[in-house]
């Protein structure tokens, strides 16, 4: 059998892998990515010696023998230089009371209880829930993308079965502590909506040290994959954006390229937003009532959908590695109330700025409607605005931290949607329940009537977690070797 041609729309996660594995596979493909360096939302950069990180929070796979580390090191993600966290994340009330949520379990256990005594019987349910996570392996059956990848995590679900569902800021009302209960309605990246269950197995692959920093941060990261790509004979064009898919009968047969070019193969694959994928790549002809419901532009709020960068002139190497300010007084800030503030500070990691030097990165909640400016006069306005309110609030715990910003960064929805092309920015997850059985469930990768085509990345997944889009790449050249009768290859 001669070698099948696959072009690849997207260099993000899912893009990537779908290479590589294509590649180890005996398929040739070719990657387009309109933006200049490959990673998609898995992106860093630099401003004036300072590295703004967009993207991981926690890398998750960083244990050997997890599945999830199986896929890393398949792709040449790893081994690499990983630095440990303290903590997942740290809280500060307004009056300056501190709780960190230790990955260390005994440690947290003792933090818990010195915060909230009065809280003893549930914090010791708590650590007892995470421990039933522990060595199972929670987050790689993510990787499975459907219940079949629960198999062997029955007897922990069905202990846990009223968590999989049940929103983590319900689960702590629990709490008489006023600081606990504000602060684990939080301790999934400010949202109070993730399942309860994510928070448990999450917090036990950390305490196993499944779940660390990578030195250089995203862009690093996602250089070292595309590096293995191209060293399997991959082809990566950076900087050619893909305007359409081409059909033939029912089958995708190629794409066009922004300048009109067109280019054919036997498999078209699109890590691109699904939305723009179905509705401008494809023109709305290959769709269901339920990819309609799923494809509804995002509606409110999106989290992450604003990020205010600083660069400082101090040494945060002693500070938490994430911290939430919880305020009594709710401050507004791009357009919508916030009770609460959240950022990365990096100090653990040296190669983010110069010795002495600093990193604060903090993420807010906010409609796309808000960034939608009249004007560039008006949007830059608003940058500039946000900037200085943030800089205020942070003075409140890092006293005097206004006279040591060096330089400031802002993104926005409109930044996701102009460099990534996202609908609506970061918002690409197709609309669907919140919660660990549909996280579990991935959406399908392949649209109705049309042969020859799939869709990987974030869209399938529905999780957002860098490892869930990898694994959607893997996943399609699975199914391609299975059509094609080829014994399917992993990449190391």
Same mark, same amino acid.
């Given at each position: *059998? @001669?070698? !099948?041609?696959?072009?690849? &729309?997207?260099?993000?996660?899912?893009? $990537?892998? +779908?290479?590589?594995?294509?590649? /180890?596979?005996?398929?040739?493909?070719?990657?387009?990515?309109?933006?200049?360096?490959?990673?998609?939302?898995?992106?860093?950069?630099?401003?004036?010696?300072?590295?703004?990180?967009?993207?991981?929070?926690?890398? *998750? @796979?960083? !244990?050997?023998?997890?599945? &999830?580390?199986?896929?890393?090191?398949? $792709?040449? +993600?790893?081994?690499?230089?990983? /630095?440990?966290?303290?903590?997942?994340?740290?809280?500060?009330?307004?009056?300056?009371?501190?709780?960190?949520?230790?990955?260390?379990?005994?440690?947290?256990?003792?933090?818990?209880?010195?915060?909230?005594?009065?809280?003893?019987?549930?914090?010791?349910?708590? &650590?007892?829930?995470?421990?039933?996570?522990?060595?199972?392996?929670?987050?790689?059956?993510?990787?499975?993308?459907?219940?079949?990848?629960?198999?062997?995590?029955?007897?922990?679900?069905?202990?846990?079965?009223?968590?999989?569902?049940?929103?983590?800021?319900?689960?702590?009302?629990?709490?008489?502590?006023?600081?606990?209960?504000?602060?684990?309605?939080?301790?999934?990246?400010?949202?109070?909506?993730?399942?309860?269950?994510?928070?448990?197995?999450?917090?036990?692959?950390?305490?196993?040290?499944?779940?660390?920093?990578?030195?250089?941060?995203?862009?690093?990261?996602?250089?070292?994959?595309?590096?293995?790509?191209?060293?399997?004979?991959?082809?990566?064009?950076?900087?050619?954006?893909?305007?359409?898919?081409?059909?033939?009968?029912?089958?995708?047969?190629?794409?066009?390229?922004?300048g009109g070019e067109r280019r054919y193969a036997d498999i078209v694959v699109s890590d691109a937003d699904g939305r723009k994928t179905i509705y401008e790549l494809l023109g709305g002809r290959y769709t269901t009532a339920e990819i309609e419901q799923w494809a509804k532009p995002p509606t409110g709020e999106t989290n992450w959908g604003t990020m205010v960068y600083l660069g400082v002139n101090r040494d945060l190497s002693d500070q938490p590695s994430a911290l939430v300010m919880l305020l009594d007084e709710p401050v507004t800030l791009t357009g919508r109330a916030h009770g609460s503030l959240e950022m990365q500070i990096y100090g653990f990691d040296p190669s983010m700025a110069a010795p002495g030097k600093g990193v604060i990165k903090v993420e807010m909640v906010t409609p796309f409607s808000y960034w939608n400016c009249a004007s560039e006069a008006e949007y830059e306005d608003k940058k500039r605005q946000v900037t200085e309110q943030v800089i205020v609030v942070l003075g409140r715990y890092f006293g005097g931290i206004a006279d040591d910003v060096e330089v400031s960064d802002v993104v926005t929805l409109r930044t996701w949607e102009r460099f990534m092309g996202g609908t609506h920015g970061f918002a690409n997850m197709p609309n669907k329940p919140f919660n660990m059985n549909a996280m579990l469930t991935q959406a399908p990768n392949t649209l109705p009537g049309l042969a020859g085509f799939y869709m990987v990345g974030v869209w399938v997944s529905s999780t957002g977690a860098l490892f869930a889009n990898a694994a959607t790449g893997k996943r399609v050249i699975r199914e391609l070797c299975k059509q094609d009768k080829r014994r399917f290859k992993d990449a190391c």
């Open positions: *059998m @001669g070698r !099948k041609s696959i072009l690849i &729309i997207g260099a993000g996660m899912g893009g $990537l892998a +779908a290479g590589i594995y294509g590649q /180890v596979n005996g398929y040739d493909t070719e990657i387009y990515e309109m933006h200049s360096s490959p990673g998609g939302q898995c992106a860093a950069w630099q401003r004036q010696g300072y590295t703004f990180d967009a993207c991981i929070h926690h890398l *998750m @796979g960083c !244990k050997d023998g997890s599945s &999830i580390n199986q896929l890393w090191q398949e $792709l040449g +993600a790893l081994p690499r230089e990983l /630095v440990a966290q303290r903590e997942s994340v740290a809280f500060v009330s307004s009056s300056g009371e501190m709780f960190y949520h230790l990955n260390d379990l005994e440690l947290l256990r003792e933090e818990m209880l010195a915060v909230a005594p009065e809280d003893r019987d549930e914090i010791e349910e708590y &650590i007892k829930r995470i421990r039933s996570f522990a060595g199972k392996d929670m987050m790689g059956a993510l990787l499975d993308g459907s219940k079949l990848g629960m198999a062997g995590l029955l007897g922990t679900v069905a202990k846990n079965r009223k968590y999989m569902t049940m929103p983590l800021g319900e689960y702590a009302k629990r709490y008489k502590s006023p600081l606990l209960r504000r602060a684990l309605a939080l301790a999934v990246y400010s949202l109070p909506d993730a399942p309860t269950a994510l928070h448990f197995a999450k917090q036990a692959s950390a305490a196993e040290g499944d779940i660390l920093w990578p030195l250089g941060g995203s862009a690093a990261f996602a250089g070292s994959i595309a590096e293995r790509y191209q060293a399997l004979g991959g082809v990566l064009h950076l900087g050619q954006k893909v305007v359409g898919i081409l059909t033939e009968r029912g089958r995708a047969i190629g794409v066009e390229l922004a």
